[in-house]
Every structure is written in structure tokens, then in C-alpha cells.
């Protein structure tokens, strides 16, 4: 069983879910709109090769607004 976090950061704050596994975080991160950096275990991850690598139970999956210096 995996015990996988995501946690997804916006403009209001965040939105935390405990125990995913590895195919409800892809589903949940491609739900996501907008821009988007996705770290897995504090490594930055193209959003788009999420779903070719194996993410490990017990990890921590954050899902955060691009921040671009001089863009608002």
C-alpha cells in the first residue's frame, strides 16, 4: 500500500492528501490548471515525465505555482 502526500500550493494556500497512491497523485496532478512546478521529495520534476518515474512510498509530492522573476 502506498502512503504518498501531495500537497498542492495556490493563491488561497494549500490542499494536503495523505495515503495516494502513485495513479491518484498522476490523476490529481493532471487536474491541476494553469503553470505549475511539481517537486517529488524536494526534486524538481518536469510535469510531464512525472508519470515515467517510480515515486517512492512515503513520499512527499508538492504541486506549486511557477514563480518566474519578473512576471506576475
Known amino acids: 500500500m502506498s ?3 501531495l500537497r498542492i500550493v495556490d493563491t488561497t494556500g494549500h490542499t494536503e492528501m495523505v495515503n495516494l497512491s ?3 497523485v498522476l ?3 493532471s487536474a ?3 503553470e505549475n512546478w511539481v517537486f517529488v521529495d524536494g526534486l524538481l520534476i ?3 515525465e512525472l508519470s515515467n518515474i517510480e ?3 512515503n513520499a512527499l ?4 505555482p511557477m514563480v518566474v ?3 506576475a
Open 3 to 5: 502512503n504518498i502526500t
Open 22 to 24: 502513485e495513479s491518484q
Open 27 to 29: 490523476e490529481q496532478v
Open 32 to 34: 491541476v490548471q494553469g
Open 46 to 48: 518536469d510535469r510531464n
Open 55 to 57: 515515486i517512492a512510498d
Open 61 to 64: 509530492v508538492t504541486v506549486t
Open 69 to 71: 522573476a519578473g512576471r
